[in-house]
């Protein structure tokens, strides 16, 4: 019973801290191009346009020292589930088509610098989704839960396991990368007012989501999600309310529970002219 506890608290544990792991996302050459190529035409929208679709995703999944998985099918099925139940209102679903593993232990501890185009060459399909369950993943020097290419990049996403749990949104979060989704809180693009007055051109080029200050994800579930970080203004002086329930933030599992209906239509208008090949 006592083995039966500690294996359970290191569980929790485990994805707790995950949970707060923070993704790799960051737009290279060839993406950001292809973004400025692009021609939005979803703003104004207030209801979610479905195409439905089903894709395909080939799965690889790094075998540690001793040829474990620690990451087996019924857990790929949960996180495909998951996937699909959060993109479900857009009508794009995903499916398994291939899972293979991969035995050269070293890659499990992933080093992007190190190991991603070794893996690439050995262990990718094109015109698909390529999706890479990793023990641990360290992206230019920073250990994240998981990072994908946007539109323009590579067909890929880099995932860590324990990232890849029944509750976490992570995979999504990844995904939604995957088809154009920018950070709640990026400001690449210049920093979104309070008041959406800029909000085509800045913040995460989302309207109907609120403008985010917060990098770290302060909110705490136990009162509520309600946001507890800086007291922060913006540029005119009006204080941020930050979206602690979009799956596109730094903010707990616990908190995250949608995409908005603009960011669902983002994602079809960029599958539909960027990622149109992938089946």
């Known amino acids: 019973m006592n083995k039966l506890w500690a294996s359970l608290f290191c569980a929790m544990l485990f994805t707790s801290l995950s949970a707060q792991t923070k993704c790799g996302h960051k737009l290279g050459g060839a993406e950001i191009e292809a973004q400025l190529q692009y021609i939005p035409g979803y703003f104004g929208c207030n209801y979610i346009e479905r195409f439905d679709r089903v894709l395909q995703i080939n799965a690889f999944i790094g075998l540690d020292s001793a040829s474990n998985t620690v990451f087996d099918i019924p857990q790929l099925e949960a996180a495909i589930e998951q996937l699909n139940e959060d993109f479900e209102p857009c009508g794009l679903q995903f499916e398994v088509c291939k899972t293979t593993y991969i035995p050269n232990f070293q890659y499990n501890s992933f080093i992007n610098i190190e190991h991603e185009d070794q893996v690439t060459v050995e262990y990718y399909e094109p015109n698909t989704i390529n999706i890479?369950?990793?023990?641990?993943?360290?992206?230019?020097?920073?250990?994240?839960?998981?990072?994908?290419?946007?539109?323009?990049?590579k067909d890929q996403i880099f995932m860590e396991k324990g990232c890849s749990v029944p509750g976490d949104h992570s995979l999504s979060h990844e995904m939604g990368h995957f088809f154009g989704l920018h950070h709640t809180f990026e400001t690449d693009f210049g920093e979104e007012l309070v008041d959406g007055s800029n909000c085509e051109t800045a913040g995460d080029l989302i309207c109907d989501t609120p403008a985010d200050p917060d990098p770290e994800g302060n909110a705490n579930p136990d009162i509520g999600c309600q946001y507890t970080g800086p007291i922060t203004l913006d540029a005119n002086n009006d204080w941020y309310i930050p979206p602690v329930d979009n799956y596109m933030s730094y903010y707990p599992s616990d908190c995250t529970c949608r995409f908005t209906p603009q960011q669902y239509n983002r994602m079809l208008d960029q599958y539909h002219q960027l990622r149109n090949y992938l089946w």
């Open 132 to 153: 890479y369950f990793f023990q641990s993943i360290l992206r230019n020097g920073e250990s994240v839960c998981g990072y994908a290419y946007f539109p323009g990049g």
